[in-house]
């Protein structure tokens, strides 16, 4: 996982049309009962959609595992605050779903399935008394929904988003492939473990990469 620079006033045009606008308005007044539309948040990669675009922010990588696309790991958009509410009996604590962010370009990823799977809708915070449990508006009433807004910065996620966090300063890559946290609330190593980032393929590319960077 490295750091990346989205534009994030530059959304896509799917995400800007009236049936987007129209869904999140619904997503809104039916919580819990919205369908949410996979045309409109990722859209494909032949038009100006969340995708496409995330598919050349990254590289053609996924954000957290940096692998490549392959015919059993397919790009998947992934929102970063869950759109749906946190599994049964998680232990990393309850929430029902930021569903107004379900069509949000801020809280939008690019990730591959093996990542996504682990990760679900699990969403920790420092301080569970913190979490942001309905839309929240501004003083025009207009809703808040980019999330590098102060409102959801002070809500202290601890996972990290290499979109938002300067993900060098928590984790460290040893020569054996492994991958280790090192900041001191934990967010480099909870992110390790809901991203799957020890997995062995993971661990032996790494390792490939320090061995032929140490052969030059």
């Known amino acids: 996982m490295i750091s ?8 896509p045009a799917k995400l ?26 990722a859209g494909k990669e032949n038009e100006d959609s969340s995708k496409k675009n995330l598919i050349a922010l990254y590289n053609n990588k996924c954000c957290f595992c940096e692998s490549n696309a392959s015919p059993s790991s397919f790009w998947q ?35 591959c399935s093996k990542c996504n799977n682990k990760k679900n809708s699990h969403f920790p915070l420092l301080n569970s008394e913190n979490r ?16 590098t807004n102060s409102i ?32 001191t609330q934990g967010r480099g190593e909870i992110s390790i473990e809901l991203y799957h980032l020890r997995r062995e393929n993971l661990i032996l590319a790494r390792r490939k990469i320090s061995d032929d960077f140490l052969m030059r």
Request: with cysteine; net charge neutral; proline share 4%.
């Open 4 to 11: 990346v620079a989205k534009d994030f006033a530059n959304a």
């Open 16 to 41: 800007l049309s009236q049936k987007c606008q129209d869904l999140i308005t619904d997503a809104i007044s039916h919580v819990g009962k919205h369908k949410f539309q996979k045309e409109y948040y």
């Open 77 to 111: 958009v992934e929102h970063f605050r869950p759109k749906n509410k946190s599994p049964k009996k998680s232990r990393y604590g309850h929430h029902n779903g930021y569903y107004w962010l379900g069509y949000e370009w801020s809280n939008l990823l690019l990730i």
């Open 132 to 147: 942001i449990k309905n839309h929240p508006l501004d003083a025009n009433n207009s809703l808040i929904s980019n999330i």
């Open 152 to 183: 959801y910065e002070n809500e202290g996620c601890i996972l990290l988003n290499p979109e938002i966090d300067k993900v060098e300063d928590f984790l460290i890559f040893k020569p054996n492939g492994d991958i280790k946290g090192i900041d």
